[in-house]
């Protein structure tokens, strides 16, 4: 499908709701709350802060403000970024907004409402010898193993490494983007990859310790989760989505977290490449 088919798709999704404004499954609504689950290990998407131990993060202001408009109460759960999915699938969850990649592998069961541009990214410890990203042909790379960047930088590495007769690029598993950076300051690895929205609050929080390098290893985006089945969740929260953006309090929750530039104009649905 073209970016232009799903755009078509959307707007003919928007003529609907407009007319009749879309309403939250009679459970929910009966419910009065929302079940979440998050991922906590990757702010400033999700985390907890360290000063107050309390779930903080751009997903969570963006669910909080849904969860306001929509007139309900949020019960907040956390579970490891493996088992997101599998909570969706099961029910133990209602959507999931959780720096989760919008892929075509991934929506055979899901359905994604894209909120935010983003991709992969290497950075390396900032007395690193690497200056460009080729440099790190033939080097250890770690990243998160449930994400979809071992697969990107595999891509990237047959790209950019193995065709120009470098050695591929050796991808070094890691069980959550804190995981990852410790083996990078360990000397584990040479460089990792996490989504370029992370990276400006990791180097806040650690001043001079990390350098990016290179371009975004893809250009992507971050969506709403769904159950294929769930169009009326997913109808509403998009209606409650776009009221955001038009209002401006969408821009002010990014601004809020330093990523006003990773806004999108519209909510898409399924519009990440394939």
Not at 22 to 30: H, S, V
Not at 252 to 259: F, I, N, Q, R
Request: with cysteine; aromatic share 8%; proline share 5%.
């Amino acid at each position: 499908m073209t970016r232009l088919s799903h755009f078509l798709a959307f707007a003919a999704l928007a003529a609907v709701t407009s007319t009749q404004a879309a309403e939250l499954p009679a459970e929910i609504k009966q419910a009065g709350s929302l079940k979440l689950t998050v991922n906590s290990t990757y702010a400033p998407m999700e985390y907890r802060d360290p000063a107050t131990n309390e779930l903080v993060g751009l997903d969570i202001d963006l669910a909080n403000e849904l969860a306001k408009r929509l007139g309900v109460k949020i019960v907040w759960s956390e579970t490891p970024f493996a088992e997101l999915i599998p909570s969706l699938q099961t029910k133990r969850a209602d959507f999931i907004i959780s720096g989760i990649s919008d892929r075509a592998s991934r929506r055979e069961t899901a359905d994604f409402v894209d909120y935010l541009a983003t991709g992969p990214q290497f950075f390396v410890m900032a007395e690193s010898e690497a200056k460009a990203a080729t440099d790190l042909c033939g080097k250890k790379v770690g990243t998160t193993r449930s994400t979809s960047f071992p697969v990107e930088i595999e891509k990237w590495s047959k790209q950019n490494c193995e065709t120009a007769g470098k050695p591929a690029i050796q991808y070094v598993p890691g069980e959550n983007s804190i995981d990852v950076r410790n083996q990078l300051k360990q000397g584990r690895i040479d460089a990792a990859v996490q989504g370029s929205e992370t990276l400006p609050y990791a180097q806040s929080q650690e001043p001079g310790k990390y350098r990016v390098i290179g371009a975004q290893l893809s250009t992507g985006y971050q969506g709403i989760m769904f159950r294929k089945d769930d169009a009326a969740m997913r109808e509403v929260v998009t209606e409650k989505l776009t009221a955001m953006i038009a209002d401006g309090s969408y821009k002010a929750v990014l601004d809020k977290w330093g990523l006003g530039a990773n806004a999108v104009a519209q909510p898409t649905l399924n519009a990440a490449p394939q």
